[in-house]
């Protein structure tokens, strides 16, 4: 429904982003969240990064997810989407619920997988099962060895 309450709105880029800030900054967490889903319908180009920053940055999982759909796929940098991974992994947010993590895991994200595995082993803490998905088997496999 939100989304087609934004797609109705004859705005688009700046403007447009402007009124999705303005809905998700006055919503609860079922109307951040879809806000946030509706994001890759909307002619925004870049514009809502900060909506997906904001969900980021929260401890909400749900929202966490949400901030990592389409959009955040086609719209956040590297480094950025890199980080948001592996909070995922920290927080407990399933892997497959972020868009394109296939096409955009990267030998980088391999390796900060795999470091935060040694240091959750040696904290005594467990490792999450989906972490293979972007570690690769082999450092997935190492990373549930005692």
């Known amino acids: 429904?939100?989304?087609?309450?934004?797609?109705?709105?004859?705005?688009?880029?700046?403007?447009?982003?402007?009124?999705?800030t303005a809905r998700y900054g006055?919503?609860?967490a079922a109307e951040r969240r879809g806000v946030l889903s509706a994001l890759p319908f909307l002619?925004?180009?870049?514009?809502?990064?900060?909506?997906v920053d904001d969900g980021l940055r929260t401890n909400d999982t749900r929202l966490i997810?949400?901030?990592l759909g389409p959009y955040a796929r086609a719209h956040l940098d590297q480094y950025r989407w890199r980080q948001a991974v592996l909070k995922?992994?920290?927080?407990?947010?399933?892997?497959?619920r972020v868009a394109g993590l296939q096409e955009r895991k990267d030998a980088e994200l391999a390796r900060?997988?795999?470091?935060?595995?040694?240091?959750?082993?040696?904290?005594g803490r467990t490792v999450p099962d989906d972490l293979w998905l972007v570690a690769g088997e082999q450092s997935a496999a190492r990373a549930y060895e005692h």
């Open 43 to 51: 002619p925004l180009g870049d514009a809502a990064l900060p909506l």
């Open 88 to 96: 995922c992994l920290f927080t407990g947010v399933p892997l497959h």
């Open 112 to 123: 900060m997988a795999a470091g935060f595995a040694a240091e959750r082993r040696a904290a």
């Open 26 to 28: 006055g919503g609860d």
């Open 1 to 20: 429904m939100r989304t087609l309450l934004l797609l109705a709105l004859p705005l688009s880029g700046r403007r447009l982003a402007a009124e999705a």
């Open 65 to 67: 997810a949400a901030a």
